[in-house]
């Protein structure tokens, strides 16, 4: 027979699946069994029965939740009042080497957890940040970190030394009078919270912060972004590292892992900005000539000093060790075997391993990768690779991996789907069951594709067209026009720019993805990666076929000619080097995806 918590639990797991189509694991049932019960005694203690209660809340456009968002009037201004509560079941905390930050907790010595009150008052700024209706309203939204657990205030002293306001407030279970206190300030007692919790579901929502909309603010001035959760201990414990390589002469590598949207080049810049407002000799670095020169041009736009501060991997053979303090490493799953090439010095010709002179480069270097985008032969950057480098040097390696989600509507379902349907997930490919976060419909034609995506620029979205290399690629004519490469039936679009400068009205391969007049062309996985846009449009080339339920790739159906030595690239890896690179261009839409199979049954 189910305890009465238990039943608490599988009812409030009811009402998500039901308002949200959200299912909730186990371990969260199981979370609740111990943590909403007492919040419910709590409310009931308040007088606050009328409050309505919306568990596991998601933020809008990512695949965060917040445990506890509290909805209601406000008792004194009569408007709406909204409480976020992170729920805690640590009964003992501590500063983490005297970061207030960063704490840890028992049962997990060398693994810091981000402070609850800096992870509730991201959540709340974020959900001021992207819910409409809340604009013009800043002090809607309060939010509160509950220990419940902890019992004596000696065992959570440390705690007490981050800074507090109202969106950041810590109570534990010895300070619950003053928890019941702070929630009746909030909220109306006698007003049902029903209507308002409508208005926080149903509000619309604010424009993502695209990331190149904002990257030279977030530079040159003040940080743009709020980070949440994994990002925000990421960033903490780079900013708390770097302090101690200092003050200690000591070295740290730090190792984030996230899938595409999950947030790792918004960390990147976050830090490169506090970073270089700080005074500490920082550096940008990516494998992507696209990437690396966008954010040239779009951060120094203003002040073209700060587009030194953006290199390539392959620039540090000569660096003098730890002669930085960070060292940003972007994309890092782009990291090659050496940073040899064609235009290097015979002396320089040594043989020297690209990630041994990155790690040596700072005394923090910092590895941002997805090693499911590797996607060109000899590129090599994985989070075990780095890990297994920097350990055998002697150096202290933390790890940081990204489970939130904020491409694709924010939308896990969708990024897991691509995974499965591709073969990069286990149990095979199954049926898209739909998320109201993002849109995903597959396209009967290349004009109707077109047609759907100009339609959406028209109304203010921004919209790309990216295709596998499956197509010739022409050089331009003597006239400065481009070659219709790309054909299917009797529609045709030219490839994206091959080269630096811009043909026509085309701009030049850097900037296809951000200048608005890459619409038109076609782009490809090395001017996609790296980069969003609203909506995407993705051809599926020959190279992958839909045979007895699953995709097939057929390798000679590639026209990219980084996979015609066989004896460099065997078909296993190009096998996955073709998935990862579909799963690259088919998450790169914000809003929506249209897929495109030309003359194939759809999956």
Not at 35 to 48: I, R, Y
């Amino acid at each position: 027979m189910l305890t009465l918590d238990q039943q608490f639990a599988l009812r409030i797991a009811e009402q998500m699946l039901f308002h949200t189509g959200h299912r909730p694991a186990p371990a969260e049932i199981r979370s609740w069994e111990r943590s909403l019960p007492v919040l419910a005694h709590d409310l009931e203690q308040a007088g606050l029965s009328k409050v309505e209660v919306l568990v596991e809340h998601h933020l809008p456009l990512t695949s965060k939740r917040a445990d506890v968002v509290l909805a209601g009037r406000h008792p004194r201004t009569g408007e709406p009042s909204y409480v976020v509560i992170e729920l805690k079941q640590w009964s003992r905390a501590a500063a983490w080497d005297d970061d207030r930050e960063l704490v840890l907790i028992d049962g997990y010595p060398n693994a810091p957890r981000l402070h609850p009150v800096a992870q509730v008052r991201g959540y709340c700024e974020y959900l001021t940040d992207f819910a409409k209706f809340l604009d013009g309203q800043p002090d809607a939204v309060a939010g509160a970190a509950y220990l419940h657990n902890a019992m004596a205030e000696a065992d959570v002293r440390d705690l007490y030394d981050y800074p507090q306001d109202s969106r950041g407030r810590l109570f534990t279970g010895a300070r619950r009078g003053e928890f019941i206190e702070f929630l009746r300030d909030r909220l109306d007692p006698d007003v049902p919270g029903s209507p308002y919790a409508d208005q926080l579901i149903n509000s619309a929502v604010a424009p993502s912060k695209q990331l190149l909309s904002v990257a030279a603010d977030e530079v040159q001035q003040r940080e743009q972004f709020v980070l949440l959760a994994e990002q925000k201990l990421a960033h903490s414990y780079v900013l708390h590292k770097v302090e101690r390589a200092r003050s200690g002469d000591k070295k740290s590598v730090v190792i984030v892992t996230g899938g595409p949207g999950s947030g790792k080049s918004v960390i990147a810049l976050s830090l490169l900005g506090d970073l270089a407002r700080r005074g500490r000799s920082v550096l940008h670095a990516t494998g992507s000539r696209s990437f690396t020169q966008t954010l040239r041009k779009v951060a120094g736009q203003r002040q073209p000093r700060v587009q030194r501060m953006f290199k390539y991997f392959n620039q540090f053979m000569e660096a003098e060790p730890n002669d930085l303090d960070v060292l940003i490493l972007d994309e890092a799953h782009r990291i090659r075997e050496t940073s040899v090439d064609r235009y290097t010095k015979a002396a320089l010709r040594t043989g020297r391993r690209q990630v041994d002179e990155l790690i040596a480069a700072a005394r923090v270097p910092v590895f941002l990768l997805d090693q499911h985008q590797v996607v060109k032969p000899g590129e090599l950057g994985t989070a075990e690779e780095i890990r297994q480098y920097a350990a055998d040097l002697g150096f202290e390696v933390f790890q940081v991996d990204l489970v939130a989600q904020f491409r694709c509507g924010g939308s896990e379902e969708y990024v897991q789907w691509v995974q499965r349907l591709l073969g990069l997930a286990e149990d095979g490919p199954v049926e898209w069951q739909g998320d109201p976060a993002f849109e995903v419909r597959v396209a009967d034609s290349p004009e109707a594709m077109e047609s759907l995506l100009q339609d959406k620029i028209a109304r203010g979205y921004g919209a790309r067209i990216s295709a596998g290399y499956c197509w010739p690629w022409s050089n331009p004519r003597p006239d400065e026009t481009l070659v219709e490469d790309v054909q299917i039936g009797g529609w045709a679009r030219p490839w994206n720019v091959k080269g630096e400068r811009k043909v026509g009205e085309a701009p030049p391969a850097a900037l296809w993805a951000s200048d608005p007049n890459g619409f038109g062309q076609v782009g490809c996985i090395y001017t996609a990666q790296g980069f969003e846009y609203d909506w995407s449009g993705v051809i599926l080339g020959p190279d992958l076929v839909w045979r007895n339920g699953r995709f097939t790739t057929v390798r000679d159906a590639n026209k990219d000619p980084a996979f015609k030595n066989r004896k460099a690239t065997d078909d296993a890896a190009f096998d996955r080097l073709i998935r990862n690179t579909y799963k690259v261009l088919l998450t790169r839409g914000m809003t929506g995806t249209r897929p495109l199979l030309p003359g194939r049954r759809n999956p």
